[in-house]
């Protein structure tokens, strides 16, 4: 009983400093982004974010280009960037639906979220054990009234570093 209680409390240790080490890199001030999973199926791997409008106004998005680097040292890009290898990456509709979203603009209501699936079909490396990097481009000022805002270098990014793979 007694190894069984320590085993457990390792156990949970060990998962919560896995989950310490993602970080989230999020460039708007009225959005709160969350890594949620990521779990790979044979040769496709599905990455869920929840973005949530904390401003006190309905919002829109526009989500962009994808790039993800795993720690075998693949890169998966978003197939309007430069598509790579046998992967093909983009964001789709629903957790239930892979079919690839036809907008990238995106209504989110005062106080509620929006999840996001990007998913990479096949070809998705069966050794990698996590994604170091992912980086998803994030204009966040769409509403009607306001005008865009990107940099001179680019839009602004969601990164997302160090998070587990999950097979199932």
Same mark, same amino acid.
């Given at each position: 009983? *007694?190894?069984?209680i +320590?085993?457990?409390?390792?156990?949970?240790?060990?998962?919560?400093?896995?989950?310490t080490?993602?970080?989230v *890199?999020? &460039?708007?001030?009225?959005?709160n982004?969350?890594?949620?999973?990521c779990i790979q199926?044979?040769?496709?791997a599905? !990455? $869920?974010?929840m973005?949530?409008?904390?401003s006190n106004e309905?919002?829109?998005?526009?989500l962009?280009?994808i790039?993800?680097? $795993?720690?075998?040292?693949?890169?998966? *890009?978003d197939?309007r !960037?430069?598509? %790579?290898?046998?992967?093909?990456?983009?964001?789709? %509709?629903s957790?239930?639906d892979?079919?690839p979203?036809?907008?990238?603009?995106i209504s989110? &209501?005062?106080g509620t979220?929006?999840r996001v699936? !990007?998913?990479i079909?096949?070809g998705?490396?069966?050794?990698a054990?996590?994604?170091?990097l992912? *980086?998803?481009?994030?204009v966040?000022d769409l509403?009607?009234?306001?005008r +865009?805002? !990107?940099? &001179?270098?680019?839009p602004?990014q969601?990164e997302?570093?160090?998070? &587990?793979?999950i097979r199932e």
């Amino acid at each position: 009983m *007694k190894q069984q209680i +320590i085993l457990t409390v390792c156990g949970f240790m060990m998962a919560t400093t896995a989950l310490t080490q993602v970080t989230v *890199k999020n &460039p708007s001030p009225n959005h709160n982004v969350e890594f949620r999973r990521c779990i790979q199926t044979d040769d496709n791997a599905f !990455i $869920d974010l929840m973005i949530t409008n904390t401003s006190n106004e309905d919002t829109k998005i526009r989500l962009g280009a994808i790039e993800i680097y $795993d720690d075998e040292g693949n890169l998966y *890009k978003d197939t309007r !960037i430069g598509h %790579t290898g046998p992967a093909k990456v983009f964001i789709v %509709t629903s957790t239930t639906d892979n079919s690839p979203l036809r907008s990238s603009e995106i209504s989110i &209501p005062e106080g509620t979220f929006y999840r996001v699936r !990007i998913m990479i079909s096949g070809g998705f490396d069966k050794y990698a054990a996590e994604i170091k990097l992912l *980086k998803l481009d994030f204009v966040w000022d769409l509403n009607t009234n306001a005008r +865009i805002r !990107i940099r &001179p270098s680019g839009p602004d990014q969601i990164e997302v570093r160090n998070f &587990p793979i999950i097979r199932e």
